[in-house]
């Protein structure tokens, strides 16, 4: 499996920052990508929340940790669900541990290329418990 990675990410017309974060990590060798294999990452910050930059940064880190270090032998679906619910956990998390506890919120994508297939996740919706899981 060969990739070519490019990101780019502007601000749109209604806000003044951008509150994107983009993530991608590859294996050393050919063999490891294939095996353990690649991730992309982006997470749009929720616009109006106050804190939506911090939420898609605090996303894509908390899914780059866990998928780096992830065992080939996991499933992708696994894997996708498993980034889901503790990205989900940590922003919560930093929502209700911060001083002024200011809602914030983002999307999350996440792209598991593995075994010479790809698995997709996503979180477009306001419901934390709903993302969406496409296989290879």
């Known amino acids: 499996m060969d990739l070519t990675y490019a990101q780019l990410s502007v601000t749109g ?3 003044e920052k951008n509150e994107d974060s983009v993530g ?12 353990v294999g690649v991730a992309a990452v982006i997470a749009d910050g929720v616009g109006g929340t106050g804190r939506g930059e911090e939420a898609s940064q605090l996303a894509v880190k908390t899914t780059l940790e866990i998928l780096k270090p992830a ?3 996991i499933e992708p679906s696994d894997l996708l669900r498993i980034v889901f619910n503790n990205s989900n956990r940590n922003v919560y998390d930093a929502t209700m ?31 934390p418990g709903l993302w969406v899981a496409l296989g290879h």
Do not use: C, N, Y
Not at 112 to 123: A, L, P, T
């Open 97 to 127: 541990h911060g001083r002024d506890k200011t809602r914030m919120a983002t999307t999350l994508t996440v792209s598991v290329f593995r075994h010479d297939e790809v698995s997709i996740g996503s979180h477009v919706a306001d419901d």
């Open 71 to 73: 065992e080939s032998e």
């Open 24 to 35: 991608f990590w590859q294996s050393g060798t050919p063999e490891l990508v294939r095996s």
């Open 13 to 15: 017309p209604v806000r």
